[in-house]
């Protein structure tokens, strides 16, 4: 029930902000704080409450499940165990900062603004705890349009065009995975009698050959497009920079992620074999992504595009540890998810607080802002830090152990992908050396320091980053359950060579 | 019987092509709508054969009904037609192109 | 379901002489009355009236779907044509006589009835299409759609007559039966291939598709929803039922056709819409690429059928919206139907806006909207039949489609030009009671797309009845 | 006592943590004392454990705290737990001692600078990672350890920010090492996947049952520790970052890049002495690098006129004796003159610092010159690091610790004729360029006015350091003389013996003619460089390519823009805008040129209508027929 009130929560805040924004601006604002304040207090405060052991039986914290269209054997079914619950509290957090990064930088129809703002999160919630096929693509649809607006209205000078791209992109993979959820669907009615959406029923789908790899492919690429995969990553660089700074962070905070659950959730565990079979590709794939974002981020000039592009990157890591198939390269992508969220998304909050005072996002025009913003440049520098995979930070645990764990699996090609991490030596010091470093730019007014509102901001993400990576032990405690108890088999491993 | 039947229908598939071929080449809105028409009858006609075929009466019946409904259509058809003449001043289909990509 | 019938002639007489305002009410009671009848009526169906028509469920639902357009158009009209103060009258017995054409073909399951409701249908149609003879080049469309349809309906009668010829019957059921017997001749299929034609010019299927957005927009904007969504209901509940008792479906040739003509229907729709600047054309073209995917269900057989029900319904009540919305913005002089009169319309009247996009979405298939589970349902039918080809089409064609959609949406929400707002000079009420039933329509979408259970079971149950 | 081991690096950590997050309020004299204090605490703990590690050994020789555990993933845990070993104090009480020394005198030589505040924080950072690196008792914690003294290389590199160039040194010394430790990470990889464990004390326990002597496993495993080392400690082919490094503060070069974290490859080595033993191979290549890095390193700071890279180079090519002594199996000769090198070198940076603080920031050695008579307290500490440098005998600490290399790298059974050649090369060399620095900068006519008198504050580390560049060589005598063994019978309890040829000549031989070579690179500097005779050696024109090639370090820097920097540079411009981005331009493109064809086809002719129609009639006709 607690997953239906935080969603319900979200959809009716935004209801809210939205009328509310008629009367004061202001109060739209504080609503919407509030409305995800609550949904992120809301499960937090019930696992603390209620301290579920995820043991081998009770895997699952907690289930919902309603009648939704029973003629197609569709049901309102949310469930979450460590894994989405991780992902949710991501969401939320995220979705405070989000919320508080858009205070000043929104300032027309910031009712609708909101509203759209948080039926994303809602959307994005919705998808982590769907474990009803049907309902999985239905929430995988509506955190999108919403997207699309916020980058639509409020991004910026080429926003039109980024938003087509985008809205094309995932859609073309959403369709084609709405495809292979039907023919899953058949298939397994066929195979049972019983025609059903559920996630747990279709795990026990056998499938063998051919129709089972189609079915996996057009998962796959529905997810592997959100992740993004390159060559399947071209809406990214345009939606990220021209989004607004929420938007951004949503986007490389949140939205990817969906991509990669997907992965974990759905391809890995629904179809084993016909994973392993393109395991080979699929990590290949993740490693030319690690280098060739890496190589487009350092060509970039404007600071977003840059960070998008680092996305690309980073996210090649999680195509190459979860199709590893092991519990240390798994477990890496799970804690890649959440710190990727954490250091791109507060990357990309940079840029924004950076655009506001700066009125650009072209690097070469920026310089020497460690002088006026010693405070900014500090952070800043933590989280290039992260995006290089220094060690104390999160990434680090993330990046180690996926490489740890696919090392066995096919050397070269972690090999290949540790180079990335040269690589991300190079983009990120850019950033630190093309933006804080060198002599201040001659700009009319010294741009100010971080207020009080950015501190907390940013003072957020870093002890989350620091946090990950000293202790993160309770993560993969939490995600361990999601893994590796009833009903998951990981592929079999060894496709490769 | 038979026969006959399918000589009948022959003929109204010839009348039936000359009326296309008249749609076709004709610019003048009135010859395509007498060339729609002789279509109609050609249809018509093939009805009353087959319906002599199988010695219904079906067939007559349904005669019966292009004919009204091809009165029908050719008095809106006029109409229109007078109120293009009326507008553009001319009868030919090819002026009327104000509508298009 | 005679009542039903009788309902609507009495409709008619009474329109002959009464105010507007009077036809207005007077309809709606009516069309409402029909309604409830076909509700309660439900359990005395199946009721056939030999050799002519039959009453099912089938019929029912797509009756239903009907009145409740023609209901929406009725409103629609009442605003557009106080606007211009025209004198209205002719045009409701007209729209009546067409509803009344319509109606006759769901329930037809004979070629005669088939005939008579096509035409009845039409001829209503080229007068409606031209009422307006003075402005938007009416009487060009109406010129182009009366040759067209006139040959398309040469074609079906040609059609029909060498069906007749073989079979000895025009009784849809009696035809199947010769057809078991005595197997498909050449000329038998070479009327089927006519009806094909006249059916396809109807429904404005590619390659018989060229009328259509010329049609739509030199039209007035209520008949070109009335042509969007009645017309082609009608014309495609005839088009199930004929197939269904001829068993068309499991013809290879005629599958192929269908196959064939689908994809086409997709993809030129699609792809003519991409730049389409007129909103109203581009209406049309995306209507020739969703009749493409209604095929898919058609295509589908039974199991199609109530899919086809369902996206017909989203589908009416989407088109409606949006037609709704091009009427209400519609001026004196001229339709809104230039795309660079809707920038920025969000921030104009936010209202109108949302309904809009709704309808946009809802045709482009975005959750949230009636068009989703339509669109759902409809992959279902084409996955059950193992029809990936065409699934695939639909999949990518509609992420084309996506692109127009958004490109109005987007220009919805771009920052206004600076321009004074259109005077509001009618009855505030009928404004008033118009918003509202286009609010009740994006509603329904709405509710459709969240919780479409409710009419699928309905759908379901109806169906059952034969 | 085991629980002392955590506050070492954790004072220096909570020196960071207020000066990073309070220090702009913080008052000078404070943010020095804090800065400063720290150090000089975690020193003193570390002197108490060493104390009392002296005197009261260990059980299993280490001291062990397990401070939390990191993670714990399938087979793979890790804990945040560190460990003291003989290895290990060495190298903390010359993080911790040396290091307090340099806060000193740092807290007076960037008095005067805005960023004071930063300057500590990052260098209380750097000494905590740099003890995080040699406690850890896994890899991976040595690896952040390992990392994290990166990071505050570069920031203390690029400590003057506002200089473009200064930031593209720092951007290099990273990413240099970087390269390294990629590889090191590699190897880690390797050695979970072989051993399954990454705890130090497990792998080297393993090791020897698991592979093979000269496996290729094991091979490889060493050869990417080893480029991780290299990196760390600049040595051939990754020396490049380390002469650049010098855009630093002076205490930054002594702490950083001389005394510390250069050496981390050597630490690293040793520690993982077990894996190398397994590999011959290996050890041949580390002896090789370290004796090609000295040649190389110390030809180039011959061309030299900045100071600090001059010793920069030297630092270089010191380490590569460090290598060479890995290399040939002379662990303890290794650590040896890393503990002296450590205090000499760190003194002459200092020293240089001053120098170049009283010259208005003057680094050209030939813009100096008669500083012996106007700072003479510097003049002869400077005089005592530089006679270690060149290994003076008898009288200074880098004589002990050269000569025993020296010795071992004919000597030990992986030593052969070549590597003490070259090494005895390097040693000529060294005093060479130590006496052209000496004679240069010391002697001759003042070119530069001195400004002030360097602070009490920063002398006394100097005579410090001083005092030890020279005795500390005395706890390790040759074999020869007294055989005093202090130093290596203590890191012997972790590291073995150096193994010996059988057949040996004797040591006075070769302890002669090493100290006729020190003496022969010394009275060459002299004839060249004293006097007038040192600007027309650095102006003769028949030398100019010469120099030109070693002043740029043997245009290594040149061959890398070549072969990689240019066409990564290329590459990256020229897909600036994204190849794959075209692919699907081309295909929205296509739509649209599509939809203009076909939009031909709504021309608005009835007429063409009509044959649209005819057209699909033709086409389900023949489909009819042709079916």
Redesign the interface.
């Given at each position: 029930m607690i997953l239906v009130l935080m969603i319900g929560i979200l959809l009716l805040g935004g209801i809210a902000c939205w009328l509310v924004a008629q009367r004061s601006a202001m109060a739209a604002r504080y609503v919407a704080l509030i409305a995800v304040i609550m949904a992120f207090v809301i499960p937090l405060g019930w696992f603390i409450q209620n301290k579920p052991a995820i043991t081998g039986a009770n895997k699952w914290l907690v289930q919902y499940q309603a009648?939704?269209?029973?003629?197609?054997g569709i049901s309102f079914h949310l469930a979450m165990d460590g894994l989405s619950f991780l992902l949710i509290q991501l969401t939320f957090l995220l979705g405070v900062l989000a919320v508080l990064c858009s205070w000043n930088e929104i300032r027309e129809?910031s009712g609708f603004y909101f509203f759209n703002l948080l039926w994303t999160l809602a959307g994005i919630a919705g998808v982590f705890v769907a474990m009803d096929l049907?309902l999985f693509?239905?929430f995988w649809?509506?955190m999108?349009?919403p997207m699309?607006?916020l980058i639509?209205?409020w991004g910026d000078f080429n926003r039109?065009y980024a938003?087509?791209?985008f809205?094309?992109f995932t859609?073309?993979g959403g369709?084609?995975m709405?495809?292979a959820i039907?023919?899953l669907?058949?298939i397994h009615g066929q195979q049972t009698g019983n025609y059903t959406f559920d996630y747990f029923a279709l795990l026990n789908t056998t499938l063998g050959g051919a129709t089972g790899r189609w079915i996996m492919l057009g998962f796959l690429i529905a997810f592997v497009i959100k992740l993004p995969m390159?060559?399947l990553?071209?809406w990214l660089?345009d939606a990220h920079s021209e989004a607004p700074t929420a938007g951004s962070l949503i986007l490389a905070g949140l939205l990817l992620k969906t991509g990669a659950y997907g992965i974990l959730r759905f391809v890995l565990p629904l179809f084993p074999q016909a994973s392993a079979a393109i395991a080979w590709w699929a990590m290949l794939l993740g490693v030319v992504g690690i280098v060739y974002g890496a190589?487009?981020a350092?060509?970039?000039t404007d600071l977003k595009r840059l960070i998008a592009y680092t996305s690309v990157s980073h996210m090649g890591f999680v195509l190459l540890g979860a199709f590893a198939f092991?519990?240390?390269a798994l477990?890496?992508v799970v804690m890649q998810l959440l710190t990727h969220g954490v250091s791109t998304g507060a990357l990309f909050v940079m840029a924004g607080m950076l655009k506001e005072r700066l009125h650009t996002r072209d690097i070469n025009q920026m310089g020497?802002l460690?002088?006026a913003m010693?405070q900014m440049g500090?952070l800043a520098?933590v989280f290039v830090?992260a995006s290089?995979g220094?060690?104390?930070l999160g990434n680090?645990?993330a990046e180690?152990?996926i490489?740890?764990?696919s090392?066995?699996v096919n050397?070269v090609l972690?090999?290949i992908a540790?180079?990335g991490?040269?690589l991300a030596?190079?983009y990120s010091?850019?950033i630190a050396?093309k933006v804080?470093?060198?002599?201040?730019q001659v700009v009319s007014e010294r741009p100010a320091d971080l207020s009080a509102r950015e501190w907390i901001i940013m003072a957020c993400l870093t002890a989350a980053i620091i946090c990950l990576g000293?202790?993160?032990?309770p993560v993969?405690d939490l995600v361990k359950g999601a893994f590796f108890v009833t009903g998951y088999q990981l592929p079999v491993a060894g496709v490769s060579n | 019987m038979t026969d006959s039947a399918h000589m009948v229908l022959m003929v109204a598939t010839v009348l039936f092509g000359l009326g296309l071929i008249g749609v076709l080449t004709r610019k003048n809105v009135v010859f395509m709508l007498i060339s729609v028409e002789i279509m109609l009858n050609a249809a018509g006609l093939a009805f009353v054969a087959a319906g002599s075929k199988w010695q219904q009466p079906d067939g007559q019946v349904m005669f019966l009904f292009i004919l009204a409904m091809a009165a029908a259509e050719v008095s809106v058809g006029l109409a229109l037609v007078l109120q293009i003449y009326h507008q553009h001043k001319t009868m030919d289909v090819e002026d009327l192109k104000e509508l298009r990509d | 379901m005679v009542l039903a019938m009788a309902a609507v002639v009495v409709i008619l007489l009474i329109a002959f002489r009464a105010s507007h305002t009077v036809i207005q009410v007077t309809g709606f009671v009516m069309m409402c009355g029909v309604v409830l009848a076909m509700w309660f009526v439900r359990d005395t169906l199946p009721r056939e009236i030999p050799p002519l028509l039959v009453v099912d469920g089938m019929a029912a639902l797509f009756t239903g779907l009907i009145i409740f357009s023609v209901l929406v158009v009725g409103l629609l009209s009442y605003i557009y044509f106080e606007e211009r103060e025209e004198n209205p009258k002719e045009y409701y017995i007209l729209l009546f006589l067409a509803t009344l054409g319509s109606a006759i073909l769901t329930i037809s399951r004979h070629f005669v009835s088939f005939f008579i409701g096509l035409e009845l249908l039409s001829v209503s149609l080229y007068a409606l299409i031209a009422y307006l003879r003075n402005r938007n080049n009416a009487v060009e469309a109406g010129v182009k759609y009366l040759v067209l349809a006139a040959l398309s309906s040469a074609f079906l009668l040609f059609g029909m007559a060498l069906i007749y010829m073989e079979t000895g019957s025009m009784e849809f059921t009696a035809i199947a039966k010769a057809l078991d017997a005595g197997g498909a001749s050449v000329l038998f299929i070479m009327g089927l291939g006519l009806i094909v034609v006249a059916i396809g010019f109807k429904l404005a299927l590619v390659p018989f598709h060229l009328w259509a957005a010329d049609v739509y927009q030199g039209a007035p904007a209520p008949v070109t929803a009335f042509i969007a969504t009645v017309s082609k209901i009608g014309v495609f509940a005839v088009l199930v039922r004929f197939a269904l008792a001829i068993h068309l479906q499991q013809n290879t040739l005629a599958v192929t056709i269908f196959t064939v003509i689908a994809i086409a229907c997709m993809i030129v729709g699609n792809v003519l819409a991409l730049m389409q600047q007129n909103v109203k054309r581009l209406l049309a073209y995306s209507s020739i690429a969703h009749f493409g995917y209604l095929l898919v269900a058609f295509l589908s057989g039974n199991a199609g059928v109530g899919a086809g029900v369902f996206y017909l319904l989203a589908y009416s009540i989407t088109l409606l919206a949006a037609f709704g919305i091009i009427t209400l913005l519609s001026t004196r002089r001229r339709d809104a139907d230039e795309l660079s009169g809707y920038r920025g319309l969000f921030w104009r009247s936010p209202l109108m806006a949302a309904i809009f996009t709704v309808a946009l979405f809802s045709l482009a298939g975005i959750p949230l909207t009636a068009g989703f589970p339509a669109k759902f349902f409809i992959l279902t039918a084409g996955v059950q039949q193992h029809m990936w080809l065409l699934a695939v089409v639909l999949v990518l064609t509609s992420v084309m489609g996506l692109f127009y959609y958004l490109r109005i949406i987007s220009t919805l929400f771009a920052a206004p030009p600076i321009t004074p707002l259109k005077e509001r000079t009618l009855h505030p009420f009928f404004y008033f009671a118009t918003t509202a039933s286009l609010v009740v329509l994006m509603v329904l979408l709405g509710y459709l797309g969240v919780y479409p259970s409710f009419i699928v079971e309905n759908v379901r149950e109806f169906l059952l009845i034969h | 006592m085991n629980q002392l081991l955590a506050y070492i690096p954790a004072f220096p950590l909570i020196g960071f943590l207020i000066l990073s997050l309070f220090g702009r309020k913080l008052p000078k004299p404070v943010i020095a004392t804090i800065g400063a204090g720290t150090v000089c605490i975690a020193a003193i703990i570390t002197i108490v454990l060493g104390v009392s590690f002296l005197q009261t050994p260990p059980a299993g020789g280490a001291f062990h705290q397990l401070l939390w555990s990191w993670f714990k993933v399938g087979k793979l845990s890790i804990d945040i737990s560190l460990q003291v070993d003989a290895l290990t104090l060495v190298f903390i009480f010359i993080i911790t001692f040396v290091g307090a020394l340099i806060h000193i005198y740092s807290t007076f030589f960037m008095w005067h600078d805005g960023d004071y505040a930063r300057f500590f924080a990052s260098m209380n950072l750097f000494v905590c990672a740099m003890l995080l690196l040699v406690m850890a008792d896994n890899l991976v914690l040595l690896y952040l350890g390992w990392e994290g003294v990166g990071l505050c290389s570069y920031l203390l590199i690029g400590f003057w920010y506002e200089v473009p160039s200064n930031c593209r040194a720092a951007n290099k010394a990273f990413l240099i090492t970087r390269i390294g430790d990629t590889a090191l990470l590699i190897g880690l990889f390797l050695l979970f996947r072989e051993l399954g464990t990454l705890n130090i004390q497990g792998i080297l326990q393993q090791a020897p049952a698991h592979f093979t002597t000269g496996s290729a496993n094991i091979v490889l495993i060493t050869i990417l520790l080893m480029i991780g080392g290299m990196g760390k400690s600049a040595q051939m082919p990754l020396q490049t970052w380390l002469p650049d490094a010098m855009a630093g503060p002076s205490p930054v070069s002594a702490l950083i890049h001389a005394a510390t974290m250069v050496t981390a490859g050597v630490y690293l080595i040793a520690r993982m002495h077990g894996l190398f033993q397994l590999s011959p191979v290996t050890m041949t290549i580390v002896a090789i690098i370290g004796a090609c890095t000295l040649l190389v390193a110390g030809c180039s700071a011959l061309a030299q006129t900045d100071i600090k890279r001059i010793l920069a180079y030297s630092t270089i090519s010191q380490i590569g004796y460090m290598f060479l002594a890995l290399g040939v199996g002379a662990w303890s000769a290794a650590i040896f003159h890393f503990f002296t090198h450590a205090f000499f070198k760190a003194l002459l940076f200092l020293a240089a610092g001053v120098v170049i603080e009283a010259l208005h920031h003057e680094h050209n050695i030939f813009m100096m010159g008669g500083l012996r008579k106007r700072m003479p307290i510097v003049f002869v500490t400077f005089l005592a690091g530089a006679a270690a440098l060149s290994a003076l005998p008898l009288v200074s600490a880098g004589f002990f610790s050269k000569d025993a290399i020296l010795w071992y790298s004919w000597s030990a059974a992986n030593g052969n004729v070549f590597l003490w050649l070259m090494a005895l090369a390097g040693a000529f060399i060294t005093a060479l360029y130590s006496t052209r620095l000496m004679l240069v900068v010391f002697w001759g006519e003042p070119k530069t006015p001195v400004h002030e008198a360097p602070a009490q504050g920063m002398i006394i580390p100097l005579i410090v350091l001083a005092f030890f560049s020279v005795t500390a060589g005395f706890i390790e005598w040759p074999h020869n003389m007294m055989h005093l063994t202090l130093f290596s019978d203590h890191v012997q309890k972790v590291l073995p013996e150096t193994i010996m040829k059988a057949y040996l000549p004797s040591e006075w031989f070769f302890q002669a003619i090493a100290a006729l070579v020190t003496g022969a690179g010394i009275y060459l500097g002299y004839t060249m460089y004293y006097g007038k005779a040192g600007v027309r050696w650095q102006q003769s024109p028949g030398l100019a390519s010469t120099r030109e090639f070693l002043f740029s370090g043997w245009k290594f820097d040149q061959l890398y823009n070549f072969i990689f920097v240019k066409p990564f540079l290329f590459l990256t411009r020229i897909n600036k805008s994204d190849v794959i981005d075209r692919m699907y331009n081309g295909i929205a493109q296509g739509s649209l040129r599509l939809s203009n064809w076909f939009s031909v086809s709504q021309n608005g002719s009835l007429r063409l209508y009509i044959v649209g129609v005819l057209a699909g009639i033709l086409f389900i006709i023949t489909l009819q027929l042709l079916l």
């Open positions: 009648n939704w269209i029973p003629a197609f129809r049907f693509y239905f649809e509506v999108l349009v699309y607006f639509a209205i039109r938003a087509y791209k809205f094309i859609q073309t369709l084609l709405l495809l039907l023919a669907y058949f390159v060559p990553h071209n660089p190589l487009l350092f060509a970039q092991n519990e240390i477990q890496g020497g460690w002088t010693p500090g520098l830090m290089l220094l060690p104390l680090f645990i180690f152990l490489l740890m764990g090392f066995p050397p972690t090999v540790s180079v991490l040269v030596a190079l010091l850019r050396q804080f470093m060198g002599q201040l000293l202790y993160p032990q993969f | - | - | -």
